[in-house]
């Protein structure tokens, strides 16, 4: 069928586009990341919204983009294989077919890091480091308008860690340092073994220049909040990114909300002071 056939696209926020899968990079054993040729009608995103991706026969889920903003050619996203939907996703190479709406939901606020040039902290746990790495892609292109950034990343081993060799190609630029940090290792790892707060304690920061942004599993996000709370940071400087059973993406249904919050329409981005509370809530 030629391609334009698949472009489904109208006002209703419900309907796919179809899109191709250009290149299938396979990060680790159970995450993928695929490229997809999205030439004819890219929207434009901003780092921390996601969209929703659609397999046949097999449904509908909320990722992230994880690709550069300013690429209007190519939609990226990296996928862990956790069930029905994302396990058979990370099956798909090029070639392959899957159905795109979005993006949605709020954004990294990159404005608030770039006026005034101040230094940015990023914390990642996991496949958390894939919304956030749009923000690092733009941070060292607009490399002058932002101060220091200083990447913190934790994952279980290090064969889980993600886009290995551009973590080795971002601490190479002046002014930025990434920090690594695994549960457990053998073999070779010669870097640091721990949780994300150890990693935290080794890194000086300026309270008062510095904004932070953290995604990861939620026990991650409360530590690394209340670790950098204790540092002096204050609850508006700091930011999270938040994951819900989500189904419609656009506040119909339901299916994310957090208390007062509907995390498709609110967040996924929420400042940690709106959020924190409801964080530290049993069963909500
Ligand atoms: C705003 C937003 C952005 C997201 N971005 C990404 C992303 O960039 N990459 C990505 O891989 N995922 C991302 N997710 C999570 C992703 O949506 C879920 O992993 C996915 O919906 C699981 O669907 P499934 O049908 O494959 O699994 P299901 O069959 O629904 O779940 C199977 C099992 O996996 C567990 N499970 C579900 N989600 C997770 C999870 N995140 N981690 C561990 N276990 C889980 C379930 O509790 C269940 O036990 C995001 C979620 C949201 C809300």
Request: overall charge positive; aromatic content about 8%; charged content about 20%.
């Amino acid at each position: 069928m030629p391609e334009q056939e698949y472009n489904l696209q109208g006002a209703d926020p419900m309907l796919p586009r179809f899109l191709r899968v250009r290149r299938a990079v396979v990060e680790t054993h159970d995450t993928i990341t695929l490229e997809l040729d999205d030439s004819n009608a890219a929207p434009q995103f901003a780092p921390g919204q996601f969209n929703m991706l659609y397999l046949f026969g097999a449904g509908e889920v909320a990722i992230s983009i994880s690709g550069p903003p300013d690429d209007r050619q190519t939609l990226v996203h990296t996928i862990r294989g956790v069930g029905a939907v994302t396990g058979p996703i990370l099956q798909l190479r090029r070639g392959a077919i899957l159905g795109v709406r979005g993006p949605y939901g709020s954004a990294w606020p990159l404005h608030e890091v770039s006026n005034g040039g101040r230094d940015l902290l990023l914390m990642a746990g996991g496949i958390g480091l894939a919304p956030l790495r749009p923000v690092i892609y733009e941070v060292l292109r607009r490399r002058r308008e932002f101060g220091n950034l200083t990447i913190l990343y934790g994952a279980r081993t290090p064969a889980d860690l993600l886009y290995r060799g551009e973590l080795a190609q971002w601490r190479m630029f002046p002014g930025v340092s990434v920090k690594l940090i695994v549960d457990r290792a053998a073999g070779v790892w010669s870097g640091r073994i721990g949780v994300i707060t150890d990693l935290l304690r080794t890194v000086q920061f300026d309270p008062a220049e510095t904004i932070a942004m953290i995604c990861g599993p939620e026990v991650m996000m409360r530590f690394a909040y209340h670790e950098l709370v204790r540092r002096g940071l204050a609850a508006e400087r700091i930011y999270m990114s938040m994951e819900r059973n989500m189904k419609c993406a656009v506040g119909w249904c339901g299916h994310c909300q957090l208390s007062p919050f509907f995390i498709c329409k609110d967040g996924p981005v929420f400042r940690a002071d709106r959020i924190q509370p409801l964080l530290a809530t049993r069963e909500l």
